[in-house]
Every structure is written in C-alpha cells, then in structure tokens.
C-alpha cells in the first residue's frame, strides 16, 4: 500500500499527490541552483562545485525515494508525507543558518578544490541523518535561518557598504574597501572568496590594480591603434581609463552578464559613451560571428570563478578567432591567474603553447616582478600577428617601466594546447588554488 492510496479514499483529492510530487521535484532543481551561488563566494562556481553538487543530490534524492518507498508501505498516512515536507523545509532554513560558518572552515581548510565542493555539499546539502524531532524546534530552525541571515546582510551593508547580488550567471558582492598599496578606499568586486575582480578608487579614476596598466601596452605594440575589442566588462575600469587616455579610439566591450553592467553603472561610475559598445553575449560566440580584420587589438579579461578563465576561450579554435578578428599588425593582450613554475603553472603552459601556435610572436610579462616564479600571480601574454619582434623598450616612462617585467624565458613542461575537445582549465587552476593556499 503506498500514500496514492491512502489519497484514493479522499473524494476529489486524486490528484494531490501529484501536484505535491511536481511542486517538490521543482523545488529540489532551485535548491540545486540556489547551492551554487551559496558556494561560490567561498569555493567558486567551478565544474567540480557543479558536478559535486549534483552528484549529492541525486544520491540523496535516489536514498529518499528508497527510505520513502519502504516508509509508506508500512504507514501510509498524509500526515507523515506532509511532516516529512514541514521537516525538508527546516532543512533548507539549516543551511541558510549554518552555511557562513561551515563553508568559512572548508574555504580555510588545506584540502583541493574536488574535496573542498564535496564537502560543502554533503554537508548542507545532503539529508541530516538525524532529525529534529519536534515540530516547535524546527520552527526555531526556522525563525533563526531567516532572521540570522537578514541580520548578517544588514550588519555587512552598515559596516563594509556590501551589495550581495544574484545576477544571471554569478553571485556578485558590492563592498568598500581600503587598497593595501596606496592605503585610499576603493569599492570593489568580488564573485570568489580569494581575489577581488575589478575596483575603483572612490575619490579618483586612476586604476587601482597594476594588471590593468598593462594594457596599455597596446600603444607599444600597436600604435596606430583605433578599433578595441575587450572581453570582459565587470566593473569597466579599463574601458574607463581607455576612453579618457585615446580620445581618437573607440572600443567595443563584450560582457555576457548584463546585470554586471548594470552594477558598474551604479556603483562604478560607467557612463554612457558614444566611442563605447557595450554587447551583452558570450565572448566566443561573439568572436565566431564577427568580420574578420575588424580590430587592431583584443584585450582578454574575462574569468568566471577563482583563477579560472571561461575554458571556450582558451582553446586553440578560440585563439584562431581572436587571430581572424585582427588586423595583419594587430595583438592580444590577455591577463591570466598561474605561476611561471611548479604544477600551478600548467594553465600557463598550455595556453602559451596554445598562442605560439598561432601567433607569430608572444612575450609573457609579470605584473608584480618581487614574486617568485612558484608564486600564484597576475601574469600577461601579449601575442603580435606580425613577424617582426618589437623592440622592447620606449621613451614613455610608464611604458618603459611596464616592458622591464618582460619574463624572457619560460621553463616548458611536457603538456598539450588546449582544443575544444581537451581544455582542462578549471583542472590546472585547481592546482593553482592549492598552491595559493598552502602559501597564504
């Protein structure tokens, strides 16, 4: 006997068991989706937080069909259906409780990233063994779930001016902060729990990270440049920077999430501007859709979480659209997140690699030159159509002091290009991650 027939002794209430069947199947899919932006801040929103997530619900749902099924056999009563739904909900509030603290310790711990995801998702998402057993103490559940985490938006908002926001594709935190190297407050952008993505000083509108005065590169390398394609908007610092310093240049931005746009818009000081295109679309479709010879140079920023770029632009077929969008003199300037040696420079390897193969000439430049080749860091790939190498130096100072960081020699390891078919990105990154936290 089973709760369908239990519902068959109820006039007209036939189809309750389905609607409940429907409605819970639906909420597991958005507790799924919801998991991931509660893990992103802490450990990212990589395919291994992804396929852990997954994997643990649909072992808990494949136990909960099973311990059901033998359940309602013995005691087909409504009630119990109904207080095992009341009890799944207290569940969810317990992870609205306890998740700052349970993904604080994993994010803290020394594990890899596979068993980081894994055990953020065994433990607030997969069934407690053990269940309260009264139904006033979950509604404490409840009421603490709810009111605690209200609590702790309106304490960071009061205290560090903090925006958390759920856009299409991330989970974005808004916040000020003070930026260690002039000591002046910025607001910044982060969307994972190690690296601010993008900031702005608050009084002023030079760029605040040293990554990004290396695009200005691009003077150097092109300098009758008019026509920028840049691949990844976030805040638009250097969208900003580049209309104010090329008053003669124009630049198309192409950015997948429009809400990102809209948050620079509000709290970055974007404005609108004739010489700036803004596309909202996915920057590899945009590439194999557009004209070839189009730009004189295409600035790479785009990452999706930790120190991972999006995989599809990373892949030699994406390099030979960035490569067919050129001009015959045009240059990729394309910042990335790896060491120069040891395993946390795979990722580096192979896109380098993955250039040559392309490229007539590229250069490799380190952002911060006191760290050592082991070290995580912001590291630049500029790659020139043209066969002729350029000098590396100029009478600009700020240029000058931008070419000394020149890296000339990169120790090769015995690792493939990356190809649509092979681009394990988010795997070498996984290493950069444990190599940034065993360090830190």
Same mark, same amino acid.
Request: with cysteine; net charge negative.
């Given at each position: 006997?089973?709760?369908?027939?239990?519902?068959?002794?109820?006039?007209?209430?036939?189809?309750?068991?389905?609607?409940?069947?429907?409605?819970?199947?639906?909420?597991? *899919?958005?507790?799924?989706?919801?998991?991931?932006?509660?893990?992103?801040? @802490?450990?990212?929103?990589?395919? @291994?937080?992804?396929?852990?997530?997954?994997?643990?619900?649909?072992?808990?749902?494949?136990?909960?069909?099973?311990?059901?099924?033998?359940?309602?056999?013995?005691?087909?009563?409504?009630?119990?259906?109904? %207080?095992?739904?009341?009890?799944?909900?207290?569940?969810?509030?317990?992870?609205?409780?306890?998740?700052?603290?349970?993904?604080?310790?994993?994010?803290?711990?020394?594990?890899?990233? &596979?068993?980081?995801?894994?055990?953020?998702?065994?433990?607030?998402?997969?069934?407690?063994?053990?269940?309260?057993?009264?139904?006033?103490?979950?509604?404490?559940? %409840?009421?603490?779930?709810?009111?605690?985490?209200?609590? #702790?938006?309106?304490?960071? =908002?009061?205290?560090?001016?903090?925006?958390?926001?759920?856009? &299409?594709?991330?989970?974005?935190?808004?916040?000020?902060?003070?930026?260690?190297?002039?000591?002046?407050?910025?607001?910044?952008?982060?969307?994972?729990?190690?690296?601010?993505?993008?900031? *702005?000083?608050?009084?002023?509108? &030079?760029?605040? %990270?040293?990554?990004?005065? !290396?695009? =200005?590169?691009?003077? =150097?390398?092109?300098?009758?440049?008019? $026509?920028?394609?840049?691949?990844?908007?976030?805040?638009?610092?250097?969208?900003?920077?580049?209309?104010?310093?090329?008053?003669?240049?124009? *630049?198309?931005?192409?950015?997948?999430? #429009?809400? *990102?746009?809209?948050?620079?818009?509000?709290?970055?000081?974007? $404005?609108?501007?004739? #010489?700036?295109?803004?596309? =909202?679309?996915?920057?590899?479709?945009?590439?194999?859709?557009?004209?070839?010879?189009?730009?004189?140079?295409?600035?790479?920023?785009? +990452?999706?979480?930790?120190?991972?770029?999006?995989?599809?632009?990373?892949?030699?077929?994406?390099?030979?659209?960035? /490569?067919?969008?050129?001009?015959?003199?045009?240059?990729?300037? +394309?910042?990335?997140?790896?060491?120069?040696?040891?395993?946390?420079?795979?990722?580096?390897?192979?896109?380098?690699?993955?250039?040559?193969?392309?490229?007539?000439?590229? !250069?490799?430049?380190?952002?911060?030159? &006191?760290?050592? /080749?082991?070290?995580?860091?912001?590291?630049?790939?500029?790659?020139?159509?043209?066969?002729?190498?350029?000098?590396?130096?100029?009478?600009?100072? $700020?240029?000058?002091?931008?070419?000394?960081?020149?890296? $000339?020699?990169?120790?090769?390891?015995?690792?493939?290009?990356?190809?649509?078919?092979?681009?394990?990105?988010?795997? !070498?990154?996984?290493?950069?991650?444990?190599?940034?936290?065993?360090?830190?």
């Amino acid at each position: 006997m089973s709760y369908r027939n239990v519902l068959q002794k109820l006039p007209g209430k036939n189809f309750i068991l389905e609607i409940t069947v429907f409605v819970c199947g639906a909420l597991v *899919m958005i507790y799924e989706i919801i998991g991931s932006r509660l893990l992103s801040p @802490y450990i990212g929103a990589s395919t @291994y937080v992804w396929t852990s997530l997954i994997g643990v619900i649909l072992g808990a749902l494949s136990l909960g069909y099973w311990l059901g099924g033998k359940w309602a056999d013995r005691q087909p009563d409504i009630k119990i259906l109904a %207080f095992v739904i009341f009890l799944a909900g207290g569940l969810v509030s317990l992870t609205i409780l306890l998740k700052d603290l349970v993904l604080s310790l994993i994010a803290e711990s020394s594990a890899g990233l &596979e068993i980081k995801s894994l055990l953020a998702a065994l433990l607030l998402f997969a069934p407690a063994s053990v269940l309260l057993g009264f139904v006033t103490l979950i509604l404490i559940v %409840f009421a603490l779930g709810i009111g605690l985490s209200e609590l #702790r938006i309106y304490y960071l =908002h009061k205290t560090s001016d903090l925006y958390d926001i759920d856009t &299409e594709y991330s989970r974005v935190q808004v916040f000020q902060t003070v930026d260690p190297k002039s000591g002046k407050k910025i607001r910044a952008i982060a969307t994972d729990p190690y690296f601010i993505q993008t900031g *702005m000083f608050l009084d002023s509108d &030079e760029l605040v %990270f040293d990554y990004a005065n !290396y695009y =200005h590169l691009l003077q =150097h390398f092109k300098p009758d440049f008019t $026509e920028t394609l840049m691949i990844g908007g976030a805040g638009y610092s250097f969208p900003k920077d580049y209309l104010q310093k090329y008053p003669n240049a124009k *630049m198309d931005v192409v950015e997948i999430d #429009r809400q *990102m746009t809209e948050i620079a818009r509000r709290f970055f000081r974007l $404005e609108t501007n004739p #010489r700036l295109n803004i596309i =909202h679309q996915d920057g590899r479709i945009f590439l194999n859709q557009t004209d070839a010879g189009k730009y004189d140079a295409v600035l790479m920023d785009a +990452f999706g979480s930790l120190f991972s770029v999006p995989f599809p632009l990373t892949t030699i077929e994406a390099v030979e659209q960035i /490569n067919r969008v050129l001009k015959d003199d045009g240059v990729v300037i +394309f910042n990335l997140g790896a060491a120069i040696e040891g395993d946390a420079s795979r990722f580096l390897q192979a896109e380098f690699k993955t250039y040559q193969q392309v490229f007539s000439r590229v !250069y490799l430049f380190k952002v911060n030159s &006191e760290y050592s /080749n082991e070290q995580l860091q912001n590291l630049i790939i500029v790659a020139c159509k043209k066969e002729n190498s350029v000098p590396l130096k100029s009478q600009d100072p $700020e240029i000058s002091y931008l070419l000394q960081n020149f890296y $000339e020699k990169i120790p090769e390891m015995q690792i493939d290009i990356l190809t649509d078919d092979l681009a394990p990105v988010e795997y !070498y990154n996984s290493s950069g991650q444990s190599s940034y936290k065993a360090k830190n």
